[in-house]
């Protein structure tokens, strides 16, 4: 992956500097820009979605909710897998023609950029296959978004930033945030080392960074001020956290517990975690900590310790089921959510029937399942034995009728109980309130308008595969 990548023939001139791009001026103001963002993927993706608005706000630019009218369209990628690459070459196909509409009617144009991980990926391709594209810009480039929209808007020219500096984005983006709700995703970690023999992240997120405690707990305190009441701490390998702060070695477990201290604070949560970074300072803060959720999302990926070897997760089924022993052990109450893969090359009937094995034996309360997808330029893709599409299928399918049936059973588990739901919006029923419990699951149930943004005693009446109903206790 390349540092900075610029096809712009004016690449040597200078550019605007972001100071004068930033100035507010009372145009802009009276008559906003409007901005359409689409995220696709990950949390890590809602949250750059979120900050590239704040890095545009203050030079004018207002969210909308569809792309029609929009000035500036931003399509947030993801490259995951092969599926959600390929939704923004067709999502480009509907955005040219609306370009071409406006033109057309001659309204002013729209810029176009791609963001996210398939423009780090595929930069160049893009800009070669989709000429509407004007801009293709890497996650670790978002403050620079004034500057590239100043220089496609002056010199007509496509703009490609895949630079790979995530501290420097960091240390660039806007203090403030707008947040849209009660609930919001903070970045605390981002990148991978681990190099999953299937995964694309190490490539298109890079190295793995903690940003620092000052950083994060500013952040956290803006948010609060905004009347957030719950923070999910996120980041790709989220509890390999560290930083070194008042001279003293910090892990997820210290920084869990200097958020939790935020007036106004009241939920805090944390993923993507790796069985590998769950260290025991971390499993006694889920036991200490009431403000922290007893929901954890540890991925296992397989139940075969060949296939986990296959796949580099660096630990055995041995290890993960030790680990939430110790993790129940501390936490009773907490919910396991879990991610997993079928399919990988190599991977036998049997070592398919550990995989169940493994979710039968442990339990899960959620669970993201997915077919292997060859992603070019990782090691599973060369791999030889590669698991045909039926296959697959099969063994997706088998494997969601447990997890799924594991899911609606736990959901059951919880009619009767008091559970106190954070108020996040309205329902899609008049007067009905939407919100979550501390199992993260959606809760329906009817109450004053007034009440978003509380955390308010709900008893479930009524729970299905995936959400809950019940009335206020
Ligand atoms: N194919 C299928 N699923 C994948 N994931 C990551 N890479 C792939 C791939 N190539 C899944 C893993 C990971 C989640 C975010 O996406 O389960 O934990
Ligand atoms: Fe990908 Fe593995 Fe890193 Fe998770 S730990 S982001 S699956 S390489």
Redesign the pocket.
Known sequence: MSDILLRDKTASRDVDSPAVVNRKTDANIRNPKKIFIKTYG?QMNVYDSERMADVLSPIGYAPVDVPDDADLVVLNTCH??EKAAEKVYSELGRIRKLKEAKLRAGRPGMTVAVAGCVAQAEGDEIMRRAPVVDMVLGPQTYHKLPEMIARVTRDQDGVLETDFDTLEKFDNLPATRNPKGYSAFLTVQEGCDKFCT??VVPYTRGAEISRSVEQVVAEARHLACKGVREITLIGQNVNAYHAVHDGADWGLGELIQHVAGIGGIDRIRFTTSHPRDMDDGLIRVLGDEEKLMPYLHL?I?SGSDKILRAMNRGHTYAHYRDLIGRIRETRPDIALSG???VGFPGETDLDFEQTMKCVAEIGYAAS?S????V?PGTPGASMPCQVPEDVKQQRLQALQNLLYSQQTVFNKSLIGRKLNILVEDSGRQDGQLFGRSPYLQGTHFYGDVNLKGRIMPVTIADAGKNSLTGVLA
């Open positions: 990950c995951i897998r299937f995964c991925p990926q991610d997993f893969i993201f997915f077919k292997y997808s992603r």
